[in-house]
């Protein structure tokens, strides 16, 4: 599967920003990861296909709303009352996606969108 994710860019802290990605077929859990310099990979959040469970990382809790457009195999990312911290490089993915694990192992995974948070 091909995955192309959009919607980056720079944003004041507070801001907010809605990535998507369109995945090129069906697939079953999708979500997104994130990679900042010098920092490890962080899953951020991940939604099933079926019952759309969701799952995301403490860091983003109560500030990122994931969803899924299934007819379009589209899935969102709604970022709001972003930090520096969130500043990193987007990554939309397919893989495990279950209570404690986003994104784990990877499966499959598109070019990153860039996110920045700064004022």
């Known amino acids: 599967v091909q995955l192309q994710a959009s919607g980056g860019g720079l944003v004041p802290p507070g801001g907010s920003l809605r990535l998507s990605c369109v995945a090129s077929s069906d697939v079953d859990a999708i979500g997104w990861f994130r990679q900042a310099p010098d920092k490890a990979r962080e899953g951020v959040s991940c939604i099933a296909r079926t019952d759309r469970a969701t799952y995301y990382a403490d860091s983003v809790k109560g500030r990122f709303t994931i969803s899924r457009d299934n007819a379009k195999n589209t899935v969102y990312l709604q970022m709001s009352s972003l930090k520096p911290e969130d500043t990193a490089v987007y990554y939309c993915?397919?893989?495990?996606?279950?209570?404690?694990?986003?994104?784990?192992?990877?499966?499959?995974w598109g070019q990153g969108t860039q996110v920045t948070v700064s004022s």
């Open positions: 993915a397919t893989g495990g996606c279950w209570p404690g694990t986003i994104l784990s192992p990877l499966d499959s």
